[in-house]
T-cell receptor, first 116, second 108 residues
Framework: NAGVTQTPKFQVLKTGQSMTLQCAQD?????MSWYRQDPGMGLRLIHY???????DQGEVPNGYNVSRSTTEDFPLRLLSAAPSQTSVYFC???????????????FGNGTRLTVT | GIQVEQSPPDLILQEGANSTLRCNFS?????LQWFHQNPWGQLINLFY???GTKQNGRLSATTVATERYSLLYISSSQTTDSGVYFC??????????FGKGTKLSVKP
């Protein structure tokens, strides 16, 4: 198993550009999520999904869109990038047992995004 | 929402020393997990431990849910233990809410 795979590893955007961060998992996990990590802020939840066709907002959803058309993939879209979105983005997945997250959360290796 | 506080924020150890990291949370939880972020940025799940005690090699964790805290013990620390340790608990939406982490530096 490859686990959780994120692409690209690094990306530089200009203000106003759009892009999609890709996330795929091969563990048949129903739950997938996106976090951003900023210095001194820990990890903050952007969006999450409990299964194909179902998505919901997390703590900091503004400026981001997601969709979940398959169990394996959970892309994160930035529609019009802003410097405040400079961050490291992590995708994570889990197999819910009896609840949303009653099992370990597995992370991808992250995407470092810089918006100039 | 639920608050997660980790202490200490920074910790410097000599190789071979033991350490205890603490995670306090403000409400009862059904889910608590510990993670290690290595110096290359990778986040590794260490423990899923909503209650009780678990051990994995030199690492062990204890969660006392009724008193709203969890402890991560690192024994005989090695330089490869360096990084940031995060505690995360289940929030009101059922997602994991992360603390701000403890940065551990192990010196040779």
């Amino acid at each position: 198993n490859a686990g959780v795979t994120q692409t690209p590893k690094f990306q530089v955007l200009k203000t106003g550009q759009s892009m999609t961060l890709q996330c795929a998992q091969d563990m048949n996990h129903e739950y997938m999520s996106w976090y951003r990590q900023d210095p001194g802020m820990g990890l903050r939840l952007i969006h999450y999904s409990v299964g194909a066709g179902i998505t919901d907002q997390g703590e900091v959803p503004n400026g981001y869109n997601v969709s979940r058309s398959t169990t394996e993939d959970f892309p994160l879209r930035l529609l019009s990038a802003a410097p405040s979105q400079t961050s490291v983005y992590f995708c994570a997945s889990s197999y819910p047992q009896g609840g949303l997250l009653n099992s370990p959360l597995h992370f991808g290796n992250g995407t470092r995004l810089t918006v100039t | 929402g639920i608050q997660v506080e980790q202490s200490p924020p920074d910790l410097i150890l000599q190789e071979g020393a033991n350490s205890t990291l603490r995670c306090n949370f403000s409400d009862s939880v059904n889910n608590l997990q510990w993670f290690h972020q290595n110096p290359w940025g990778q986040l590794i799940n260490l423990f899923y431990i909503p209650s009780g005690t678990k051990q994995n090699g030199r690492l062990s964790a204890t969660t006392v849910a009724t008193e709203r805290y969890s402890l991560l013990y690192i024994s005989s620390s090695q330089t490869t233990d360096s990084g940031v340790y995060f505690c995360a608990v289940e929030g009101s939406q059922g997602n994991l809410i992360f603390g701000k982490g403890t940065k551990l530096s192990v010196k040779p």
